[in-house]
């Protein structure tokens, strides 16, 4: 079945410091993924996809990710967090058999000064 | 820029009422699609339209209808409103295929049902 995992429900980072947040998925066919961000009170936001090509994707605000096809993983990066990181993460996975689109269940970054 | 508006960013409503949420886009995509938001959760498809006067049922359709008589509109109906059905709806829209395109999303509608 098609899935997607968020395995941390927080991560906190200080203010300079490199960021992670994981997202792991399972889909038959080719995946389709995606990164979107949720501010308080407002809608999601897209970061950046990967469809194929390059496992490196960059996107939005400085934010990139990694494609990973044995690990199935597709973690988002920042080398240098800001304060304004801070908010809701969302991983997102589409698969080319089912052509639905999946969410994970978010992972809420903080990120102190 | 693509713009998703909800008509409401905040509703309250009684139990049993019969409840209308208006979504409308700008961008002339054919799909849109209406999602609720629950804390732990993530984000669950209720409903979909991949043009006008077609749906298709998502993840969680019970209790819910929806409407798109025109491209640029899509309507959530809470058929006889419910305490369970509280919640943030999001609406969205996208161009091609679903799974491999982006969705534009609006900015939601908080929804309390008492």
């Known amino acids: 079945a098609q899935s997607v995992a968020q395995p941390e429900d927080q991560v906190n980072v200080a203010e300079g410091n490199p960021l992670t947040v994981k997202c792991t998925y399972s889909v038959s066919g080719n995946p389709y993924l995606f990164w979107y961000v949720q501010y308080p009170n407002r809608g999601l936001q897209f970061l950046l996809k990967y469809i194929t090509g390059d496992n490196l994707v960059k996107g939005s605000y400085g934010f990139e990710a990694e494609f990973n096809k044995s690990h199935t993983s597709f973690h988002l990066k920042k080398p240098s967090a800001l304060v304004s990181d801070s908010a809701l993460y969302f991983c997102?996975?589409?698969?080319?058999?089912?052509?639905?689109?999946?969410f994970g269940q978010g992972t809420t970054l903080q990120v102190k000064p | 820029d693509v713009k998703v508006t909800q008509s409401s960013r905040y509703l309250v409503k009684r139990t049993g009422e019969k409840v209308f949420l208006e979504c409308v886009q700008d961008m002339d995509h054919e799909n849109m699609f209406w999602y609720r938001q629950d804390p732990g959760l993530g984000l669950r498809l209720i409903y979909f339209?991949?043009?006008?006067?077609?749906?298709e049922k998502g993840d969680i359709p019970e209790g819910y209808s929806v409407s798109r008589e025109k491209k640029e509109r899509f309507s959530l109906i809470l058929e006889s409103a419910s305490t369970n059905q509280t919640s943030m709806y999001l609406c969205a829209s996208s161009i091609g295929t679903p799974a491999s395109q982006p969705q534009h999303f609006g900015d939601g509608t908080r929804l309390s049902i008492l």
């Open positions: 339209s991949y043009d006008v006067k077609m749906k």
């Open positions: 997102a996975s589409g698969s080319s058999n089912t052509g639905k689109l999946i």
